[in-house]
């Protein structure tokens, strides 16, 4: 374990300063909506070309079987609903590192390539990449790769989780319904204390086919069917290898609010001797063990993004560390919770403390490897900028 090093020294700040602080806070917070962490829409059938779309689907253990492969077009029945549940296996979930199959917590089915297949790209028949580039701020098309065939039949449900990131570029998934008869099955996705509720049985019932995006930091959950079998293809969305830094062709408006929030604080009465100023981030971004991260400013999102290009726009200078909870079992000996004791105190003597904005004469961080180090330090917050 790592000896635990002096911690900055954090100045208490007066009541004007603190106002300053809170008015920053909430100028990036909020400048951008509470409901900016998934989007989702309709296309309808004219768009995605029904006539010429079909699912081919066979169960995994008919591979050898002459004649095992099945083929249906949409809208899908209630039978072909159901066929292809059943034609599909039990759906595990990831816990930790491991996957694992608990049917009081995910009763689901699941298709994986190559056993399922559409006749046509519904990403590029549709544009829909495209659109989600334009609808999160990034420059370029997105990247999605085909990740799985879920199926949901009546009393199906899989409680609140957050998907596994694949790498550093993975930004998040997209769900696209299939149009089946079904009711219920709602996507509920939450962040930051918000919520959005994705209910598509009724939008599909015409043979539209509904999609959903959410990033992967999102916890989310898929309440119970009541009805029916639904249907969903999901795809890992990747940031293009070609991904442009967060930019504004033209001034974004998003940005005033922050800056002149900014410029109040870098008025010399603030912090007159100098100090750094650290945020917490809105969302969390994978990490790849003892790697450096060279392309964060291509990554970030929403709100955390808009930050950057003030930050940038104001040329200040910033850098990105990891910050850990450093409580008594991780840092301290049994006989020594001096540390634990100073904290205590610290916390009630400072009434100037905000969660996700520091502030110190200097700062402290661990070296990036351990981010993500299940024997180091416990990650209190995924990565900070300052």
Known sequence: MPNMPNMPNRPFLTKQQVAKVDALEKAYTTQDGSYNFACSGIYPPHAVALDKLALYYQKPSDTRTRGSIKSVTFPLTAETA?????????????????????????????????????TNDLLSASGLLALLAKKLDYEVPLEGRINKLNAYTEGGFFKTHKDTPQSQDHIGTLMICLPSPFSGGALVIRQNGSSITFDWGKQTEDGSFAWGFLYSDCEHEILPVTSGTRITIAYDIFLGKNGNDFKQSTFDTRLIPIMKAFKEILKP??????????FGLTHGYPMSYGTQEAGLTARLKTSDAVLMAAINKLYLRWDYFGVYDYDRDVYNDDDDDTAAKVDLKAKKNDTTYRDDIWIADDFFAFEGEYVGDSEGPELERDLDLI
């Open 82 to 118: 159901k066929d292809i549940y059943n034609a599909g296996e039990p759906s595990p979930f990831g816990r930790g590192s491991e996957l694992v199959y608990d049917q009081t917590y995910r009763q689901a089915h699941e298709l994986k390539p190559p056993h399922f297949a559409l």
């Open 269 to 278: 009465e603030f912090l007159p001797s100098g100090g750094s100023l650290a």
